[in-house]
């Protein structure tokens, strides 16, 4: 059995990187993926970038999600931008509080997420399904377990239609977490968001920003293959497409691909698992 996939990928910063993500695109494409994200930097800061990419996509007939966050924003300025991506065709927004820019206070007219979802809904009723994201291990600023799922919550009551979690490599978070939203009441989508390993060092420096845990075999099998970068990839492989077999299994209603602007490893995952969109 198939299941729907989708892409991330971030805005480049320069014409040689447009070029080069324009390729990765074009190979990704021929999985037919449901959507592509686009992600969004602190403050807004690739705002330009994010949006460009978005409307590229589009002209290359595929459905485009923009990354929307709302920490340090007006609303005045978030309806402005709503605005420009209902008129470029956006029909899917990912919405998320976001961070500031370092050296920034707190400020702005939102605190949470679900201030954003809200926000939307009221402005612009059904015109953008509304994605939001999901911590199957906790969100690494939460205040325990229990007060991210209710911020969780606060969210698809707001108005989201449904959730990308941060990437994970243990199943059995991913089941817990969607036991603990269904026990809410909840009956949002929660797509599982997959992270290719590609290499050891990049890795472990996005898990420890963001609060994904490496499991510590994982983490001493990378160790233990220093620089062979070959045989990074293969184990990596092997663990990602187990944990994609289980999330088909545990009933993952798609899964979100981490492409980190790549299409070798992420294709190669793909292709392992059968899935075509």
């Not at 005045?76 to 605005?83: E, I, K, M, P, T």
């Not at 969607?178 to 599982?192: A, K, M, S």
């Not at 983490?219 to 184990?235: C, H, K, N, P, V």
Request: net charge neutral; with cysteine.
């Amino acid at each position: 059995m198939s299941l729907p996939i989708s892409f991330e990928f971030f805005p480049p910063k320069t014409p040689e990187g447009a070029e080069k993500l324009r390729a990765v695109r074009q190979q990704l494409y021929a999985l037919r993926p449901q959507f592509c994200s686009v992600t969004y930097g602190a403050g807004g800061s690739t705002q330009e970038g994010t949006f460009a990419t978005v409307c590229a996509i589009l002209g290359e007939g595929m459905d485009a999600a923009s990354h929307f966050s709302c920490i340090g924003a007006t609303r005045a300025g978030v309806r402005a931008q709503l605005a420009e991506l209902k008129a470029m065709g956006v029909k899917r927004l990912v919405a998320l509080r976001g961070d500031l820019p370092s050296g920034y206070g707190i400020g702005g007219e939102f605190h949470y997420a679900s201030d954003l979802v809200a926000f939307i809904r009221a402005e612009t009723g059904r015109d953008f399904h509304i994605e939001v994201a999901a911590y199957p291990e906790v969100h690494p600023q939460a205040r325990s377990p229990e007060a991210d799922l209710q911020a969780f919550a606060a969210k698809v009551r707001a108005g989201a239609d449904s959730a990308i979690t941060q990437y994970f490599f243990n199943a059995d978070a991913y089941s817990r977490f969607v036991d603990d939203v269904r026990r809410l009441g909840l009956d949002v989508p929660v797509v599982p968001g997959i992270m290719p390993i590609m290499g050891s060092t990049q890795l472990m420096r996005f898990s420890d920003a963001c609060g994904a845990e490496i499991p510590r075999w994982i983490r001493l099998r990378l160790q233990g293959f220093g620089d062979d970068t070959a045989s990074i990839r293969a184990f990596g492989m092997d663990v990602v497409a187990q944990l994609c077999e289980q999330l088909r299994r545990a009933g993952a209603p798609g899964l979100h691909f981490y492409t980190m602007n790549q299409s070798a490893t992420t294709q190669a995952l793909c292709q392992r698992l059968g899935l075509i969109g």
